[in-house]
């Protein structure tokens, strides 16, 4: 996963993944609604890893991990500049999460993922906050930033931001897809294979292209670093979240040292968003996240 970000951190009424379509206009005044989860046919057997909400530096969502010899899924390639008209999206989705220090529910934050479009343009920003006694020990906000664009393969990021705190600790890694490199916050550059992520895109990069198989790999980029990632579909189960029991596929990635594992548990019938995140590392403890809603701009959900 990511190198550690500040405090940071759900689609139910949703189309299937487009074939490309038409983007709706935006409400000029959109209200938040929340959504009640409803079945819908999920796509083929598809799943997917995702980075996680951070709640007191959080040891960023390893994505989940690998064991291996299970072939590995054909990952979608991403075509420099190939754009299309985004899918039939609402103009603003939330995901909120609540964020847990262990496993027992001791909250100490909230995050909620924001995705906005038009055209082919897509952003998805975040903004955390500690709650309860992590408030005395953690000081700001963590904001993470997202930009770029939908392409016939999903989402490909022009620009990925890491703001600790405030303005003045703002990082980022600038993506060049037409020379193959991303520039870091310190003016290094590295390669970008196919496909390459940023922590937020690989939250929703599965809704545009569904991955098939039980192993995927990418690589994830941040400001500080571009690390190459396997991750391993394990099993089925039921995860508790506010709207009630939800059949969520569980992913799994353990560190090259083995210190950290990273879950990820990703639900079909809400088109493979995370509603459930969890890294566990020697060092520093348990890290949980847990979805809590969803809520769509009204606009667009019919």
Do not use: C
């Not at 959080?58 to 899924?73: D, F, K, M, R």
């Not at 496993?103 to 906005?116: C, D, K, S, V, W």
């Not at 500690?130 to 993470?144: D, E, H, S, T």
């Not at 550059?189 to 937020?200: I, R």
Request: glycine residues 6%; hydrophobic residues 40%; charged residues 25%.
């Amino acid at each position: 996963m990511p190198d550690s970000t500040p405090l940071t951190a759900t689609l139910t009424e949703m189309p299937p993944p487009p074939k490309p379509a038409a983007v709706a206009a935006a409400s000029p005044k959109p209200r938040p609604k929340r959504v009640a989860p409803v079945a819908a046919p999920a796509p083929a057997p598809a799943e997917v890893p995702a980075d996680a909400a951070n709640a007191t530096a959080a040891a960023e969502i390893e994505a989940p991990g690998a064991t291996a010899e299970p072939e590995v899924a054909a990952s979608p390639e991403i075509i420099p500049g190939a754009v299309v008209a985004a899918p039939v999206l609402p103009p603003r989705l939330d995901l909120a999460y609540n964020v847990y220090y262990g496993t027992h529910g001791f909250l100490i934050g909230e995050a909620t993922y924001r995705f906005e479009h038009s055209d082919n343009q897509y952003r998805i920003a975040t903004v955390g906050r500690a709650r309860g006694l992590a408030a005395l020990i953690l000081r700001g906000q963590g904001k993470l930033q997202s930009r770029g664009l939908i392409t016939a393969s999903g989402l490909q990021t022009l620009e990925f931001a890491v703001e600790r705190g405030g303005p003045d600790r703002r990082e980022s890694a600038v993506f060049d897809w037409e020379l193959g490199i991303v520039t870091l916050h310190d003016n290094r550059t590295a390669t970008l294979d196919q496909p390459t992520f940023d922590p937020m895109t690989i939250m929703w990069q599965f809704y545009f292209t569904p991955p098939t198989g039980d192993v995927v790999s990418f690589s994830l980029a941040t400001p500080r670093r571009v690390t190459q990632y396997t991750v391993t579909r394990e099993e089925t189960e039921q995860i508790e979240w506010s709207e009630g029991t939800i059949d969520a596929e569980r992913w799994h990635r353990r560190s090259d040292d083995g210190k950290t594992d990273a879950y990820v548990w990703l639900a079909p019938a809400l088109r493979y968003v995370p509603v459930k995140m969890r890294v566990v590392n020697t060092d520093r403890g348990t890290l949980e996240v847990l979805l809590r809603s969803i809520r769509v701009d009204e606009a667009k959900a019919e």
